[in-house]
């Protein structure tokens, strides 16, 4: 069965700190892996893609990786600011380019503290 | 540049009773689709539209339907109400097919939505 599973399931940091968020997937055929922020009231806003042979990228102090191999990403979050407070999905896409479907994970809350 | 709007924002409805939420987009995207975003859960797609005047259905059809009669506006019907349909409810747009990876979707601000 295709999952996407992530952790923690919320988080509290202050502001200025970093953390790092988690998702595990067993999907197959893997396509790519996307992260997106939702803030609270809001629909999600993509904040990166990755395909199967990217392991890294970056938007801003958003950093996501990918390990294939491990069917792992994490989102790291640099120098936290109150505006990121937010709920950050990870979602999957599985199968092929014109059949495949996403599939989302419960998302993990984040609340940066001052 | 609004994106993707939808209408309402906010709806009680009673067990039994009819509505329809209304998605707008301004991206001239071929690709439409609605979720829905329970506690605990992620996005789990109701239906979707690869272009004006086709709907498919998603993972969780049951219960609803959707038409596209002019390509920036997707509707979804609920014809009678049940309690299992509370839920937010999010409609995305995409420029591109299925999961590709250029595929972004856009999504807008949701509508919650209470029966009771």
């Known amino acids: 069965k295709n999952q996407v599973e992530q952790s923690p399931q919320s988080l509290i940091i202050l502001e200025g700190k970093n953390c790092t968020l988690q998702c595990n997937y067993t999907v197959s055929p893997f396509s790519n892996l996307r992260w997106y922020k939702q803030d609270t009231g809001r629909g999600p806003v993509s904040l990166t893609i990755?395909?199967?042979?990217?392991n890294t990228k970056s938007n801003g102090r958003y950093t996501a990786t990918l390990d294939a191999d491990t069917k792992q990403s994490s989102l790291h979050i640099t120098a936290s600011q109150l505006s990121d407070s937010a709920s950050y999905i990870c979602v999957v896409s599985a199968g092929s380019s014109n059949t495949g479907k996403l599939i989302f994970g419960q998302g993990t809350t984040l609340q940066v503290k001052p | 540049n609004a994106g993707v709007t939808q209408t309402p924002k906010f709806r009680v409805l009673k067990t039994g009773q009819s509505m329809t939420l209304l998605c707008a987009q301004d991206m001239n995207h071929e690709y439409m689709y609605w979720y829905r975003q329970d506690p605990g859960m992620g996005l789990r797609l109701i239906h979707y539209s690869v272009g004006e005047g086709t709907t498919a259905k998603g993972e969780v059809p049951d219960g609803y339907n959707v038409s596209r009669l002019k390509k920036q506006n997707f509707l979804l019907g609920l014809e009678s109400a049940a309690p299992s349909q509370t839920s937010v409810y999010f409609c995305?747009?995409?420029?591109?097919?299925?999961?590709?990876?250029?595929?972004?979707?856009?999504f807008g601000a949701g509508t919650r939505l209470s029966v009771l």
């Open positions: 995305a747009s995409s420029r591109d097919r299925g999961i590709l990876a250029k595929n972004i979707q856009y």
């Open positions: 990755m395909t199967f042979s990217e």
